[in-house]
């Protein structure tokens, strides 16, 4: 394995690193506004949510790399405290590029990216209509964590309104995940695409406790056929049928078959004797 230590490389190359490995990343695309009334629009990929009650997201308008200086987005949120965050889908990532153009001071993204400005209900910068989401946030702390190239500035925010477009809507009323069709950015240009063609589920063990992998039958266990994928899933089940297991390999890739098909109940059937 390969070790690095951060101080051994120079901030584009850690940057670079970083981006690369720690990924993919959701893209808050910032709607914020300057005393003025000044509009700016700006997409961020230092970002997530961090709690639901109370609802708060976090993004990071970092110091730049080549030469210290701080985005339009940081400047504005210290003069208004308020925000919109618009989710990003594929459907408008050409535009959510464009307006990541490190424009002169006034000049209005929305503009740019050819994007459309829609009046918040309960903050002053504007909702981004394109959005599959919008959430209307306030600032409750910007929090500095550095004053050197590639410092970042946490930008604490509680949501305070949630607008979703009714195309992205399952017939339940809840964002349907499929139809969301959500991007993440990547290292240096690459981003990924999350639709149907490449969503998977993994059912989570919250109310039920998995046996883990020390309770797999060791020929199980110990199979040439199986990779770790799958005997996480085959140690996911809440207690081992009853009987004798295969050590078969022709047995094992049947039921690793079973597997790609999230299928766990039909393997262990196939594996036990």
């Known amino acids: 394995m390969k070790t690095i230590s951060p101080q051994d490389l120079n901030n584009v190359q850690l940057q670079t690193l970083l981006q690369t490995a720690i990924a993919p990343r959701p893209i808050a695309l910032a709607s914020t506004i300057d005393k003025d009334g000044n509009v700016n629009l700006s997409p961020f990929s230092f970002f997530n949510m961090f709690s639901t009650n109370p609802p708060v997201v976090i993004f990071s308008p970092s110091r730049r790399v080549r030469d210290n200086t701080t985005k339009h987005t940081l400047e504005n949120v210290n003069q208004v405290a308020e925000v919109v965050i618009g989710i990003v889908n594929y459907s408008i990532v050409q535009q959510i590029s464009l307006a990541s153009t490190e424009y002169e001071k006034g000049v209005n993204e ?3 990216a050819g994007l459309t400005m829609k009046e918040a209900d309960l903050v002053k910068p504007k909702l981004i209509e394109e959005c599959p989401v919008n959430l209307e946030c306030k600032v409750l702390e910007i929090k500095s964590l550095g004053t050197e190239g590639g410092a970042g500035n946490l930008i604490i925010c509680e949501i ?3 607008h979703l477009r009714e195309e992205y809507l399952n017939e339940e009323g809840n964002l349907d995940q499929k139809k969301l069709d959500l991007v993440a950015r990547l290292g240096a240009n690459w981003y ?5 063609n490449n969503l998977f589920e993994v059912p989570k063990p919250l109310a039920t406790k998995g046996i883990g992998f020390d309770q797999l039958p060791e020929a199980i266990k110990y199979s040439k056929i199986f990779t770790g994928n799958d005997l996480g899933m085959l140690a996911n089940v809440e207690q081992l ?8 390999e022709n047995t094992h890739s049947e039921a690793r078959k079973f597997l790609s ?3 766990i109940e039909e393997a262990w059937k196939v594996l036990t004797v």
């Open 110 to 112: 929305f503009v740019k």
């Open 160 to 162: 305070i309104k949630i």
């Open 192 to 196: 990924s695409r999350n639709n149907e």
């Open 241 to 248: 049928p009853e009987g004798s297991f295969s050590a078969d």
């Open 261 to 263: 098909e999230n299928k």
